[in-house]
């Protein structure tokens, strides 16, 4: 059972107990007495089983929108058994709730001692991606390896969204943080999967430059990148077409993780599509296919001027639960 553990004394009386019988990762005495003096003061939590202490774990704020997982230990015979896990879930909870944005910890390197090895390999398994290596922030025997989660839930992202259209930072958009968009997108449900929407990646500055020039009056003039949004109008069943949920549900997905990776943009559909049909000299640009329509452009890009978000009617206004009085 995961114990949530609130007294000081026994925070620090359950982080000796665990870390003298770990001497294989926590062998210096002098860090190891840091260690067990920290744990008073910090949010920990203890795997207890029949009474007995079978690991623990403890968080520390490193700032205002990190923590750090400042210590953790499980007894070498209970390894392999997902106790490490839920701790570790159980403190992710914590930080999530009270409004961390990260988390990191810090390890030896990976390829200096096997040890180390599996325990670099273990929080690569929790999500965590590595940052940088600091060669020596301990000492040159043991290169500190940081690692870093994001905490952001995709509640917090949608909360975070919203539409972008002033001007764009020059900085190019790595190409794999435009896939990661697009697949987004291609991960969006569609009406009797009939996937009826595809995109083109516009990242050539050259090509980008002859969509923008089809765009009059213009907009996202400044954008280093852009996704063109495409869809089929073909039936799912009888004379049911569902294109325009399918492409809009691809949509805000690929907005979401755009919003995810720190870029901005803005749906662009009806100033496309409208009577002078920008849509169709688009589409002439990219020689998009007879029986594929363009349908939205999504510029991406970094903003160059503050994200103000709209003023929403009050939530109350809008939800209600059982009937409409």
């Known amino acids: 059972?995961?114990?949530?553990?609130?007294s000081a004394e026994e925070k620090s009386?359950?982080?000796?107990?665990?870390?003298?019988?770990?001497?294989?990762w926590f062998g210096i005495d002098e860090s190891r007495e840091q260690y067990i003096a920290e744990a008073a003061g910090q949010p920990c939590w203890a795997s207890v089983r029949d009474g007995r202490n079978e690991g623990f774990l403890c968080l520390k704020e490193t700032g205002k929108a990190t923590m750090e997982l400042a210590v953790m230990g499980v007894r070498k015979e209970f390894h392999r058994k997902g106790i490490g896990r839920q701790l570790f879930s159980a403190a992710k909870e914590y930080a999530v709730r009270n409004g961390y944005e990260f988390l990191q910890v810090k390890t030896v390197r990976e390829g200096v001692y096997e040890d180390y090895d599996i325990t670099n390999a273990f929080y690569r398994s929790l999500g965590f991606k590595e940052l940088e290596v600091l060669p020596e922030y301990w000492d040159e025997a043991n290169p500190c390896q940081i690692y870093v989660m994001s905490l952001k839930t995709a509640v917090q992202t949608m909360a975070a969204r919203h539409s972008y259209r002033g001007t764009f930072l020059p900085d190019p958009v790595p190409e794999a943080d435009l896939l990661t968009?697009?697949?987004?997108?291609?991960?969006?449900?569609?009406?009797?999967?009939?996937?009826?929407?595809?995109?083109?990646?516009?990242?050539?500055?050259?090509?980008?430059?002859?969509?923008?020039?089809?765009?009059?009056?213009?907009?996202?003039?400044t954008a280093p990148a852009m996704i063109v949004v495409l869809t089929r109008r073909i039936n799912a069943y009888r004379d049911r077409c569902f294109a325009?949920?399918?492409?809009?549900?691809?949509?805000?997905?690929?907005?979401?993780?755009?919003?995810?990776?720190?870029?901005?943009?803005?749906?662009?559909?009806?100033?496309?599509?409208?009577?002078?049909?920008?849509?169709?000299?688009?589409?002439?640009?990219l020689k998009v296919p007879e029986g594929e329509d363009v349908v939205c452009i999504l510029p991406v890009g970094k903003a160059a001027e503050?994200?103000?978000?709209?003023?929403?009617?009050?939530?109350?206004?809008?939800?209600?639960?059982?009937?409409?009085s």
């Open 1 to 6: 059972m995961i114990k949530y553990i609130e």
């Open 181 to 221: 968009i697009a697949k987004a997108g291609m991960d969006a449900p569609s009406g009797c999967n009939k996937q009826t929407t595809d995109v083109i990646i516009v990242n050539d500055p050259e090509v980008l430059a002859q969509v923008k020039a089809q765009i009059d009056p213009p907009v996202a003039a």
């Open 13 to 24: 009386s359950i982080a000796r107990e665990i870390l003298e019988a770990l001497t294989d």
């Open 244 to 285: 325009v949920q399918d492409y809009s549900a691809a949509i805000e997905n690929m907005l979401l993780a755009i919003t995810e990776l720190g870029y901005q943009s803005c749906w662009y559909e009806g100033h496309i599509t409208d009577n002078d049909r920008i849509c169709d000299k688009i589409a002439s640009v």
């Open 306 to 324: 503050e994200v103000h978000a709209p003023v929403k009617k009050p939530f109350d206004e809008r939800v209600r639960f059982n009937s409409w």
